[in-house]
Protein backbone atom coordinates (compact mmCIF):
# COMPACT_ATOMS: atom_id res chain seq x y z
CA UNK A 1 0.00 0.00 0.00
CA UNK A 2 1.17 3.47 -0.95
CA UNK A 3 0.13 6.53 0.33
CA UNK A 4 0.91 10.31 -1.03
CA UNK A 5 1.62 13.22 1.41
CA UNK A 6 -0.16 16.68 1.87
CA UNK A 7 0.20 19.19 4.44
CA UNK A 8 -3.47 19.98 5.78
CA UNK A 9 -4.84 23.13 4.74
CA UNK A 10 -6.50 23.49 8.15
CA UNK A 11 -3.00 22.16 10.14
CA UNK A 12 -0.88 25.10 11.45
CA UNK A 13 2.57 25.05 11.70
CA UNK A 14 3.67 24.96 15.11
CA UNK A 15 4.44 21.37 15.80
CA UNK A 16 4.95 19.52 19.26
CA UNK A 17 6.62 16.05 18.84
CA UNK A 18 6.64 16.44 14.96
CA UNK A 19 3.23 16.67 14.59
CA UNK A 20 0.81 19.91 15.20
CA UNK A 21 -0.07 20.46 19.11
CA UNK A 22 -3.76 19.90 18.86
CA UNK A 23 -3.63 17.16 16.14
CA UNK A 24 -2.96 14.50 18.52
CA UNK A 25 -5.08 11.78 17.97
CA UNK A 26 -4.59 10.82 13.87
CA UNK A 27 -3.65 7.49 12.63
CA UNK A 28 -0.48 7.73 10.61
CA UNK A 29 -1.13 5.77 7.06
CA UNK A 30 1.33 2.73 8.18
CA UNK A 31 -0.96 2.50 11.52
CA UNK A 32 -3.97 2.58 9.27
CA UNK A 33 -2.51 0.12 6.67
CA UNK A 34 -2.01 -2.04 9.81
CA UNK A 35 -5.34 -1.88 11.06
CA UNK A 36 -6.61 -4.66 9.22
CA UNK A 37 -9.70 -2.57 7.41
CA UNK A 38 -11.84 -5.16 5.39
CA UNK A 39 -12.19 -3.89 1.97
CA UNK A 40 -14.93 -3.41 -0.22
CA UNK A 41 -15.86 -5.32 -3.02
CA UNK A 42 -17.95 -2.26 -5.02
CA UNK A 43 -16.21 1.20 -3.77
CA UNK A 44 -17.55 2.88 -6.77
CA UNK A 45 -20.93 1.72 -6.27
CA UNK A 46 -20.53 2.78 -2.66
CA UNK A 47 -19.21 6.08 -3.22
CA UNK A 48 -22.10 6.56 -6.10
CA UNK A 49 -24.89 5.88 -3.74
CA UNK A 50 -23.43 7.80 -0.98
CA UNK A 51 -22.60 11.32 -3.32
CA UNK A 52 -26.36 10.55 -5.03
CA UNK A 53 -27.91 10.63 -1.46
CA UNK A 54 -26.45 13.29 0.57
CA UNK A 55 -24.50 15.54 -2.17
CA UNK A 56 -21.80 16.05 0.09
CA UNK A 57 -19.85 19.40 -0.53
CA UNK A 58 -15.88 20.31 1.12
CA UNK A 59 -16.55 20.39 4.46
CA UNK A 60 -18.92 17.31 4.41
CA UNK A 61 -18.27 14.18 6.17
CA UNK A 62 -20.92 11.05 5.51
CA UNK A 63 -20.92 8.34 7.40
CA UNK A 64 -22.29 5.48 6.54
CA UNK A 65 -23.01 1.87 7.59
CA UNK A 66 -23.47 -1.37 5.85
CA UNK A 67 -24.58 -4.57 6.62
CA UNK A 68 -22.77 -8.08 5.96
CA UNK A 69 -23.82 -8.03 2.32
CA UNK A 70 -22.50 -4.38 1.50
CA UNK A 71 -25.96 -2.60 1.44
CA UNK A 72 -26.43 0.68 3.15
CA UNK A 73 -28.25 0.29 6.07
CA UNK A 74 -28.32 3.55 7.51
CA UNK A 75 -25.90 6.66 6.65
CA UNK A 76 -26.14 10.92 7.80
CA UNK A 77 -23.68 13.61 6.95
CA UNK A 78 -22.96 16.82 8.38
CA UNK A 79 -20.65 19.69 7.65
CA UNK A 80 -17.20 19.52 9.67
CA UNK A 81 -17.19 22.65 11.96
CA UNK A 82 -14.07 25.12 12.01
CA UNK A 83 -13.23 24.14 15.60
CA UNK A 84 -13.37 20.37 14.86
CA UNK A 85 -9.03 19.81 14.34
CA UNK A 86 -8.90 16.75 16.57
CA UNK A 87 -9.76 13.10 16.24
CA UNK A 88 -11.57 12.97 19.51
CA UNK A 89 -13.39 16.04 18.31
CA UNK A 90 -13.87 14.06 14.88
CA UNK A 91 -14.90 10.77 16.95
CA UNK A 92 -17.69 12.39 18.86
CA UNK A 93 -19.84 14.21 15.65
CA UNK A 94 -19.01 10.76 14.35
CA UNK A 95 -20.85 9.06 17.37
CA UNK A 96 -23.48 11.14 18.08
CA UNK A 97 -24.73 10.67 14.16
CA UNK A 98 -24.34 7.31 14.28
CA UNK A 99 -26.60 7.33 17.33
CA UNK A 100 -29.32 9.03 16.13
CA UNK A 101 -29.58 7.00 12.89
CA UNK A 102 -28.77 3.46 14.24
CA UNK A 103 -29.05 1.77 17.18
CA UNK A 104 -25.21 0.18 18.81
CA UNK A 105 -24.17 -3.38 18.00
CA UNK A 106 -22.27 -3.64 21.82
CA UNK A 107 -24.05 -6.54 22.90
CA UNK A 108 -22.90 -8.57 20.02
CA UNK A 109 -19.16 -10.41 20.98
CA UNK A 110 -17.94 -9.98 16.91
CA UNK A 111 -18.99 -6.93 15.19
CA UNK A 112 -21.46 -7.66 12.17
CA UNK A 113 -21.84 -4.34 10.42
CA UNK A 114 -18.92 -2.14 8.79
CA UNK A 115 -19.38 1.74 9.36
CA UNK A 116 -17.67 3.82 6.10
CA UNK A 117 -16.54 7.44 5.99
CA UNK A 118 -16.89 9.66 2.95
CA UNK A 119 -15.13 12.62 3.37
CA UNK A 120 -15.27 15.73 1.12
CA UNK A 121 -12.51 18.25 0.79
CA UNK A 122 -10.26 20.35 -0.88
CA UNK A 123 -6.81 19.47 -1.70
CA UNK A 124 -5.69 15.99 -4.00
CA UNK A 125 -6.10 12.44 -2.75
CA UNK A 126 -2.78 12.84 -1.02
CA UNK A 127 -3.24 11.98 2.55
CA UNK A 128 -3.16 14.52 5.18
CA UNK A 129 -3.14 14.99 9.11
CA UNK A 130 -6.69 15.85 8.67
CA UNK A 131 -7.22 12.68 6.83
CA UNK A 132 -5.56 11.11 10.16
CA UNK A 133 -7.36 12.51 12.62
CA UNK A 134 -10.87 11.33 10.62
CA UNK A 135 -9.16 7.52 10.71
CA UNK A 136 -8.88 7.89 14.17
CA UNK A 137 -12.11 8.57 14.74
CA UNK A 138 -13.83 6.80 12.56
CA UNK A 139 -12.01 3.69 14.13
CA UNK A 140 -12.89 4.84 17.95
CA UNK A 141 -16.21 6.09 17.21
CA UNK A 142 -16.81 1.72 15.24
CA UNK A 143 -15.57 0.67 18.84
CA UNK A 144 -17.89 2.41 21.10
CA UNK A 145 -20.84 1.67 18.84
CA UNK A 146 -20.37 -1.96 18.56
CA UNK A 147 -19.31 -1.92 14.54
CA UNK A 148 -16.30 -2.78 12.36
CA UNK A 149 -13.93 -0.16 11.07
CA UNK A 150 -14.49 0.28 7.67
CA UNK A 151 -13.19 2.03 4.69
CA UNK A 152 -12.08 5.86 4.78
CA UNK A 153 -12.93 7.48 1.50
CA UNK A 154 -11.64 10.92 0.57
CA UNK A 155 -13.74 13.06 -2.45
CA UNK A 156 -12.11 16.05 -4.28
CA UNK A 157 -11.89 17.90 -7.13
CA UNK A 158 -10.12 15.14 -8.81
CA UNK A 159 -12.28 12.47 -7.89
CA UNK A 160 -12.44 9.56 -5.05
CA UNK A 161 -9.94 7.80 -3.75
CA UNK A 162 -10.09 4.77 -0.64
CA UNK A 163 -7.00 6.02 1.53
CA UNK A 164 -4.75 2.46 2.18
CA UNK A 165 -6.60 0.44 -0.83
CA UNK A 166 -5.34 2.57 -3.93
CA UNK A 167 -8.46 2.34 -6.14
CA UNK A 168 -10.13 5.65 -6.81
CA UNK A 169 -11.94 7.40 -9.31
CA UNK A 170 -12.78 10.61 -11.27
CA UNK A 171 -16.30 10.09 -10.76
CA UNK A 172 -17.88 11.36 -8.56
CA UNK A 173 -16.06 14.29 -7.24
CA UNK A 174 -16.61 17.68 -5.05
CA UNK A 175 -17.59 19.30 -8.18
CA UNK A 176 -19.57 16.62 -10.05
CA UNK A 177 -23.40 17.13 -10.09
CA UNK A 178 -25.32 13.70 -8.15
CA UNK A 179 -26.87 11.08 -10.31
CA UNK A 180 -30.34 10.49 -9.47
CA UNK A 181 -30.26 7.23 -8.06
CA UNK A 182 -33.98 6.78 -8.62
CA UNK A 183 -33.91 7.33 -12.22
CA UNK A 184 -30.67 5.28 -13.07
CA UNK A 185 -30.27 2.73 -15.63
CA UNK A 186 -29.88 -0.70 -13.87
CA UNK A 187 -30.25 -0.21 -10.44
CA UNK A 188 -31.76 -2.98 -7.86
CA UNK A 189 -33.88 -2.23 -4.82
CA UNK A 190 -32.14 -2.84 -1.36
CA UNK A 191 -34.21 -2.63 1.83
CA UNK A 192 -35.16 0.72 3.31
CA UNK A 193 -32.06 2.80 4.84
CA UNK A 194 -32.54 5.08 7.74
CA UNK A 195 -30.36 8.56 7.21
CA UNK A 196 -30.51 11.33 9.24
CA UNK A 197 -33.57 13.03 7.29
CA UNK A 198 -35.86 9.76 8.45
CA UNK A 199 -35.96 6.36 6.42
CA UNK A 200 -35.73 6.91 2.95
CA UNK A 201 -35.82 3.94 0.61
CA UNK A 202 -32.45 3.51 -1.09
CA UNK A 203 -31.94 1.90 -4.98
CA UNK A 204 -28.43 0.76 -5.33
CA UNK A 205 -26.43 1.37 -8.81
CA UNK A 206 -24.74 -1.67 -10.41
CA UNK A 207 -21.09 0.03 -11.52
CA UNK A 208 -18.74 -0.87 -11.78
Given at each position: ???????????????????????????????????????LRS???????????????????????????????ASA????RAA?????????????????????????????????????????????????????????????????????????????????????????????????????????????????????????????
Amino acid sequence: MTFGFASSAAAPTGRAGGRPSHLVRILEPSEWAAAGIPLLRSPREIVGGLHSRHRPVPGTAVVAVLDPEERLVASASFARRAAQEDGWEFRNALLAHLRRVIPHDLRRRTPVRTAVLLYCREGDERWTEEDGAWMWGLRDACTLHGLRCGAYITLTAGGWQVLGEGRGGRRPNSRSAPVDLASSAGHATTPPARSGGGPVALHRTAAR
